[in-house]
């Protein structure tokens, strides 16, 4: 734990509006009382009483929102735990871990818990189900999924490992898929993670998978001339953006919507595959604070080619400017969103990266209040948890102070000036500090000193 962070019983944040993205309207000159790890009082400034025994931060001018949550990372990576407080510096207070051994992000749990590591709270799957064995050289623990039998063994697996919901990822059969959706509603787990071919994203709403990740096997509505460009797309393009059809894609979006299925695009990882250039590379802001296994995992998993042809190029901008079109129709049809990075592979990494996600759903179309609730409402809702997502009486008290309005400019949101999360306040210093030992656990051991071990 950073010398730099407070441990506080009681905290009065004054004269400060909260902004509550489900509200048309901010409240202005608002004090808030935390005790402990949740809110005691919200109200007006002039009647809120201050009790006696508070540290007092004025917040005259600062704007506060509720916690920020990244609904799809990954933790358990080279060097993952001292990259936990990254989150946190960022103001980004909830993760959802979408793959990784359990021993290992429970671990991280019982360090946040109890306040020897600053870190987010998490909501873990464990190993996924998958298809087809994967690569030992990436190191993801996962289940082989080939038939009915593999599928009940897996789930019950996971289930009884006690992890919080079931990941499913690519290569899965129709028959498989069935199976681990009858499973997780017998043992009423979620399930949630891609769709891929052969499950349609309508066949998996109506199975119950609770949210759908990346876009995967979503189709583009696109004319002739658009079609044309997209054909010289490379595969891996064709399988994160998906291809084109002149069909209408009115009645998938509302079918999600009547199942109420939650859809995470992460857009940031579908403009690296629009690109196909590395968003991570050696000495720049985001690599100062990976390991160089992490950084080779990255780059493993991306596998982008060493060149790429002008045509792919032209495909992938075409393919991104339809995948805008994607949520903006998701969005429009009322299928609820989530924002999600698949940090640690998107720019600016852990905490960062979700501030170009938020920019790139409002370039989607939605609002910066409506991109706000992706991170914020949203995620309370679909985790059954309201109060890890609001600035109310009796609220799980992870606050993020902003220095400027998100709802008149959503990068907004990285202009952080206060953290309050797990009973502890992150002013500037203790943030810059959760950096600076980022920085240094990723760091080369010095000359004939060996190597630091860095933990996971």
């Known amino acids: 734990m950073p010398a730099l962070s407070v441990l506080l019983q009681v905290v009065a944040i004054t004269h400060v509006t909260v902004v509550d993205p489900d509200r048309a309207r901010p409240r202005r000159d608002q004090t808030i009382v935390v005790r402990g790890t949740h809110i005691d009082a919200v109200g007006p400034s002039a009647s809120t009483p201050v009790p006696r ?21 990954h933790t358990d990576v080279p060097g993952g735990r001292a990259l936990l407080p990254l989150y946190i510096a960022h103001g980004v207070t909830g993760v959802r871990d979408m793959n990784g051994r359990l021993e290992v992000v429970r671990g991280f749990q019982r360090e946040v818990a109890a306040g020897t590591l600053a870190g ?12 087809r064995p994967l690569p030992p050289a990436l190191g993801i623990p996962h ?33 498989a898929y069935r199976v681990i959706a009858a499973e997780a509603r017998r043992r009423n787990m979620v399930f949630a993670g891609h769709v891929a071919p052969p499950t ?32 010289a797309a490379l595969p891996i393009q064709q399988f994160v953006m998906g291809t084109c059809t002149s069909a209408s894609r009115t009645g998938v979006y509302a079918a999600l919507a009547k199942h109420r299925t939650w859809v995470t695009p992460t857009l940031i990882v579908q403009e690296l595959v629009a690109t196909m250039r590395p968003t991570i590379v050696a000495g720049d802001r985001t690599a100062q604070f990976y390991t160089d296994s992490l950084m080779q995992r990255v ?18 901008a075409v393919l991104f400017r339809k995948r805008l079109e994607v949520v903006r129709g998701l969005h429009l049809a009322g299928v609820p969103l989530l924002g999600g990075t698949d940090s640690p592979l998107a720019a600016g990494g852990p905490g960062m990266s979700l501030v170009g996600e938020l920019r790139h759903l409002v370039a989607a179309g939605l609002s910066p209040r409506e991109a706000l609730r992706t991170v914020t409402t949203e995620p309370a809702r679909y985790l059954a948890a309201d109060s890890l997502g609001a600035v109310a009486p009796r609220a799980v008290a992870d ?32 943030r810059a500090a959760l950096k600076a030992a980022a920085r240094k656990a990723a760091s080369p051991a010095p000359p004939n000193a060996g190597r630091r071990g860095k933990g996971q």
């Open 299 to 316: 780059a493993m998993e991306m596998e982008l080619p060493a060149a790429v042809p002008p045509s792919a190029l032209a495909a992938g």
């Open 143 to 175: 289940y082989v999924v080939r038939d009915s039998a593999s599928a009940v063994t897996a789930v019950t697996a996971v289930a009884t490992s006690g992890a919080d919901f079931i990941k499913v990822h690519n290569g899965i059969s129709a028959e």
């Open 53 to 73: 025994d508070a540290r007092v931060v004025n917040a005259a001018g600062k704007f506060v929102i509720p916690r920020l949550w990244d609904m799809h990372v």
């Open 399 to 430: 606050l993020v102070v902003l220095d400027a309005d998100p709802v008149v400019d959503i990068g907004n949101v990285a202009r952080v000036h206060l953290v309050v999360a797990n009973g502890r306040v992150y002013d500037r210093s203790a």
């Open 120 to 131: 987010p709270r998490l909501v873990v799957s464990g190993p996924f189900l998958v298809g």
């Open 200 to 231: 349609t994203v309508e066949e998996a709403a109506a199975a119950g998978q609770r949210s759908q990740e990346h876009l995967y096997a979503f189709m583009n509505r696109c004319a002739r001339a658009d079609s044309a460009v997209v054909a």
